[in-house]
């Protein structure tokens, strides 16, 4: 399996415009989670999908965040509008189980100019 | 409200042992993790210890747990270049939910 893959890999826009992240779990995954790490706060858990379903959404920022997981092999993260303190790191995990190993993708670094 | 905390960097001598700390504020975890970061990559499980246990030895890495202080360490022995890294301790809670402290970076000098 090629683990958790996530595009783009750098991402640089400006204030305002949309920004779409992508990520793709591993095959067989019924757990999916999206972080954001930055140097200030560290890494801080966004949401987490169970079957495709949001189970817990309360570490989204704001409402100009929001995630979806149309099918149990994709799911995105959009930020609308984006702006320059959204600028991180964003990484997605998953996990065959509640309680097993997080494997993560190799993240999506944002700028926001 | 729940919190895990470690210094943010540490700098070890190729050679020595590095010893990387961190202390988390509930008592009802059931698992405790370090994960490791290497740059530009994501983060990957390096050994976790269950929370009735108090050490765990896994070659050159030994998990030393005090459960009635809530700290946890993580002893690296005879670090190498490739143990620089970005190591985040973590704490599996009651609500399953997995609580991440801010890493420490570890840099090692020749």
């Known amino acids: 399996d090629a683990g958790v893959i996530q595009s783009p890999r750098h991402e640089v826009t400006e204030m305002g415009q949309e920004v779409t992240l992508r990520c793709k779990p591993i095959s067989g995954h019924d757990y999916l989670f999206w972080y954001r790490q930055t140097m200030m706060r560290g890494l801080e858990l966004l949401i987490y999908?169970?079957?495709?379903?949001?189970?817990?959404d309360s570490g989204m920022p704001e409402d100009r965040f929001s995630a979806k997981m149309p099918n149990a092999s994709f799911s995105t993260l959009k930020i609308q509008p984006s702006e320059p303190r959204d600028s991180a790191v964003y990484f997605c995990a998953s996990a065959p189980g509640a309680r097993n190993e997080q494997f993560f993708g190799p993240g999506t670094r944002l700028t926001v100019l | 409200g729940e919190d895990v905390e470690q210094s943010l960097f540490l700098s070890v001598r190729e050679g020595d042992s590095s010893v990387i700390n961190c202390t988390y504020t509930?008592?009802?975890?059931?698992?405790l993790y370090w994960y490791k970061q290497e740059p530009g990559a994501g983060l990957q499980l390096l050994t976790y210890i269950f929370s009735n246990m108090d050490m765990k030895q896994d070659q050159r890495l030994t998990v030393l747990l005090n459960k009635k202080d809530k700290h946890l360490s993580l002893r690296i022995a005879d670090t190498q270049t490739g143990d620089s890294a970005i190591y985040f301790c973590a704490e599996r809670n009651r609500d399953d939910k997995i609580i991440f402290g801010k890493g420490t970076r570890l840099h090692i000098l020749p």
């Open positions: 509930d008592s009802s975890s059931t698992y």
């Open positions: 999908f169970n079957n495709n379903v949001p189970i817990d």
